[in-house]
T-cell receptor
Framework: AQSVAQPEDQVNVAEGNPLTVKCTYSVSGNPYLFWYVQYPNRGLQFLLKYITGDNLVKGSYGFEAEFNKSQTSFHLKKPSALVSDSALYFCAVREGRNAGNNRKLIWGLGTSLAVNP | GAVVSQHPSWVICKSGTSVKIECRSLDFQATTMFWYRQFPKQSLMLMATSNEGSKATYEQGVEKDKFLINHASLTLSTLTVTSAHPEDSSFYIC???????????FGQGTRLTVV
């Protein structure tokens, strides 16, 4: 069965320190992987994606993520956290190109990131 | 990125009444849109997949007669919560994937409160 795990409900980091938000997945075939961010009472904003190619992908607001096929992980990272990065982060996966028109995403439970000044 | 607009942002209604939420793709055509429900501090729960010109596909456990979905055009899908009850109070979010994109774009969400 397809699934996404975000093992940490909450991550706390000090401003200026590097941050990591973890994500592991289970999906058949080659996955498409995504990270989204949600601010309070707002919809989700797309941060970055891995489709194919270089395992390290860079996205919005200085975030990046590394696709690790052997560990089935796609951890989100940022070298230097900002207080404004405090939000809810979601990892999502769907089957890759062979999925046809199935664009349904499988979502992690979310990780609340708190960056302390 | 592509823009998805959701309206209203918030709504308060009385028990027993119906509420309609609109989801529009502003700069692309969307043959498929997705409706989610989100409880406080929880993940997204997919309710249904809205298909332009055909019936929506509902996820297991979602009452199709209660949550009516209409995808009448390539840029508009609507979710109507019929005979709303307090337990329907939640944050509803729609999303769509442009044809040449792989990532989904989301509306701003609608906070529904049923009193």
């Amino acid at each position: 069965a397809q699934s996404v795990a975000q093992p940490e409900d909450q991550v706390n980091v000090a401003e200026g320190n590097p941050l990591t938000v973890k994500c592991t997945y289970s999906v058949s075939g080659n996955p498409y992987l995504f990270w989204y961010v949600q601010y309070p009472n707002r919809g989700l904003q797309f941060l970055l994606k891995y489709i194919t190619g270089d395992n390290l992908v860079k996205g919005s607001y200085g975030f990046e993520a590394e696709f690790n096929k052997s560990q089935t992980s796609f951890h989100l990272k940022k070298p230097s956290a900002l207080v404004s990065d405090s939000a809810l982060y979601f990892c999502a996966v769907r089957e890759g190109r062979n999925a046809g028109n199935n664009r349904k995403l499988i979502w992690g439970l979310g990780t609340s990131l708190a960056v302390n000044p | 990125g592509a823009v998805v607009s959701q309206h209203p942002s918030w709504v308060i209604c009385k028990s027993g009444t119906s509420v309609k939420i609109e989801c529009r793709s502003l700069d692309f055509q969307a043959t498929t849109m997705f409706w989610y429900r989100q409880f406080p501090k929880q993940s997204l729960m997919l309710m249904a997949t809205s298909n332009e010109g055909s019936k929506a596909t509902y996820e297991q456990g979602v009452e199709k007669d209660k949550f009516l979905i209409n995808h009448a055009s390539l840029t508009l899908s609507t979710l109507t919560v019929t005979s709303a009850h307090p337990e329907d109070s939640s944050f509803y979010i729609c999303s769509a994937v442009p044809q040449l994109n792989t990532e989904a774009f989301f509306g701003q969400g609608t906070r529904l409160t049923v009193v």
